[in-house]
T-cell receptor, first 116, second 112 residues
Framework: DTGVSQDPRHKITKRGQNVTFRCDPI?????LYWYRQTLGQGPEFLTY????????KSRLLSDRFSAERPKGSFSTLEIQRTEQGDSAMYLC??????????????FGQGTRLTVV | GENVEQHPSTLSVQEGDSAVIKCTYS??????FPWYKQELGKRPQLIID???NVGEKKDQRIAVTLNKTAKHFSLHITETQPEDSAVYFC???????????WGAGTKLIIKP
C-alpha cells in the first residue's frame, strides 16, 4: 500500500499517560496534516506541516499536544497527560502542492485512541 | 474565519433514485470545494472536487455544482446503489489557508 499509513491503528491508554502516534505520508507529498474526528462529526483540523516546518496549529489544540516532522517525511503526534476527552480517531493526511490551488488531501486509516 | 454548513444530516433514498446534499460556506475567498466519502470505520476518501472558476463538474454518477454568488455547493448522486451508503462530507478551503473546513457530514442511506 503506497498510501498514507498510520501506526498504531488502535491505542487504549489510561488517563494521565502519554501517547505518540506516527504518520507516514505519500512519499512525494510535501504537505502533512493532522485531524481529529469524533463519532458523527467531520474531521477537526489540528496542525499542518509543509516539509519539516509546522506552519499552522489550531487554537483548539492544547499545549498537551505536540507534533513534529523532523526530516520532512514522517510525522509524530504526541499527547501528554491524556484525558478522556482526547478519545477520538486521529487522522493524518498528505497532499502535494504543485502549484497554486493543488490541495487534494489523501487520508490514512487513522489511529483510534481510547482513554480509560 | 470560514464556516461550512451541510444539510441534511441524514438522507434516505430508494435505490435507483437521486440524492442531493447541500453545503453553504461563509468566506467568499474560499476557492476549493472537495467532497469526501467515509464508510463506517474507514478513512475519508475524495470523490469529487470543484474550484471556484468552475460552475459544475461531473464524474459518472456524481456531480458537483457551485454557486459562488450564493456561496453554496451541492453534491448530486444519480442512480444510487447500495454501495453509495456512507457519510459524505463537504469542505471548503482557500489557497492562502492550508486547512480544510469541513461540514458536519450527511449520512446517506440507500434503501433496497
Amino acid at each position: 500500500d503506497t498510501g498514507v499509513s498510520q501506526d498504531p491503528r488502535h491505542k487504549i491508554t489510561k488517563r494521565g499517560q502519554n501517547v505518540t502516534f506516527r504518520c507516514d505520508p505519500i512519499s512525494e507529498h510535501n504537505r502533512l496534516y493532522w485531524y481529529r474526528q469524533t463519532l458523527g462529526q467531520g474531521p477537526e483540523f489540528l496542525t499542518y506541516f509543509q516539509n519539516e516546518a509546522q506552519l499552522e496549529k489550531s487554537r483548539l489544540l492544547s499545549d498537551r499536544f505536540s507534533a513534529e516532522r523532523p526530516k520532512g517525511s514522517f510525522s509524530t503526534l504526541e499527547i501528554q497527560r491524556t484525558e478522556q476527552g482526547d478519545s477520538a480517531m486521529y487522522l493524518c493526511a498528505s497532499s502535494s502542492h504543485r502549484g497554486l490551488g493543488d490541495t487534494e488531501a489523501f487520508f490514512g486509516q487513522g489511529t483510534r485512541l481510547t482513554v480509560v | 474565519g470560514e464556516n461550512v454548513e451541510q444539510h441534511p444530516s441524514t438522507l434516505s433514498v430508494q435505490e435507483g433514485d437521486s440524492a442531493v446534499i447541500k453545503c453553504t460556506y461563509s468566506d467568499s475567498a474560499s476557492n476549493y470545494f472537495p467532497w469526501y466519502k467515509q464508510e463506517l470505520g474507514k478513512r475519508p476518501q475524495l470523490i469529487i472536487d470543484i474550484r471556484s472558476n468552475v460552475g459544475e463538474k461531473k464524474d459518472q454518477r456524481i456531480a458537483v455544482t457551485l454557486n459562488k454568488t450564493a456561496k453554496h455547493f451541492s453534491l448530486h448522486i444519480t442512480e444510487t446503489q447500495p454501495e453509495d451508503s456512507a457519510v459524505y462530507f463537504c469542505a471548503a478551503n482557500m489557497d492562502s489557508n492550508y486547512q480544510l473546513i469541513w461540514g458536519a457530514g450527511t449520512k446517506l442511506i440507500i434503501k433496497p
